[in-house]
Antibody, heavy 120, light 108 residues
Framework: EVQLVQSGAEVKKPGEPLKISCKGS????????IGWVRQMPGKGLEWMGN????????IYSPSFQGQVTISADKSISTAYLHWSSLKASDTAMYYC?????????????WGQGTMVTVSS | SSELTQDPAVSVALGQTVRITCQGD??????ASWYQQKPGQAPALVIY???NRPSGIPDRFSGSSSGNTASLTITGAQAEDEADYHC???????????FGGGTKLTVL
């Protein structure tokens, strides 16, 4: 079964660092990009950026450039989303998703989401 | 603000047909995809490349596009179709992905 499995919910304080993960299985992890999508409470989806795990080529949304870091470890089929210093406004659900070139880059597989809560 | 614009909310009577639209200049050039999101769940792809359904998606879901507007049509809406629907495409530069603001569909 093709799937993306994300790490569990996090509760952090402002200023703390955080790295969440997304592990792919059931397909060739290095052959597909992985994207990250934010959903703030009660709001729509926002594309943050994509990474190609084979060579770690990364593209960021201008809205998120410099705010987060996307990385990947192809040896363990895992992509990451990292904050060096969290803000309360980072409170959101974060999804990883696979854009498929075969489906004109639609996101065909989604992780279950990681809820990040930032509160003092 | 999103480069793709959706109506915040739409309603449809059970069994009737509803169209959900997504407007943006980039849709003149790039394909749209559509995602269904039920409360507490991750989004799920229902339409890709404007009018193609992934396997397992009922044929009451269809897509179309004209000019700067992409549409998702549900023919014979069912109670289980009540959900948020998000459109997705590239931005005008073609370099980035972008989502619409989402449409909450209520089935009456």
């Amino acid at each position: 079964e093709v799937q993306l499995v994300q790490s569990g919910a996090e509760v952090k304080k402002p200023g703390e660092p955080l790295k969440i993960s997304c592990k792919g299985s059931g397909y060739s992890f290095t052959s597909y990009w992985i994207g990250w999508v934010r959903q703030m409470p009660g709001k729509g989806l926002e594309w943050m950026g994509n990474i190609f795990p084979d060579d770690s080529d990364t593209i960021y949304s201008p809205s998120f450039q410099g705010q987060v870091t996307i990385s990947a470890d192809k040896s363990i089929s895992t992509a990451y989303l990292h904050w060096s210093s969290l803000k309360a406004s980072d409170t959101a659900m974060y999804y990883c998703a696979r854009p498929s070139a075969q489906l004109s880059n639609a996101f065909d597989i989604w992780g279950q989401g990681t809820m990040v809560t930032v509160s003092s | 603000s999103s480069e793709l614009t959706q109506d915040p909310a739409v309603s449809v009577a059970l069994g009737q047909t509803v169209r959900i639209t997504c407007q943006g200049d980039s849709l003149r050039t790039y394909y749209a995809s559509w995602y269904q999101q039920k409360p507490g769940q991750a989004p799920a792809l229902v339409i890709y490349a404007t009018n193609n359904r992934p396997s397992g998606i009922p044929d009451r879901f269809s897509g179309s596009s004209s000019g700067n507007t992409a549409s998702l049509t549900i023919t014979g809406a069912q109670a289980e179709d009540e959900a948020d629907y998000h459109c997705n495409s590239r931005d005008s530069s073609g370099n980035y992905w972008v989502f619409g603001g989402g449409t909450k569909l209520t089935v009456l």
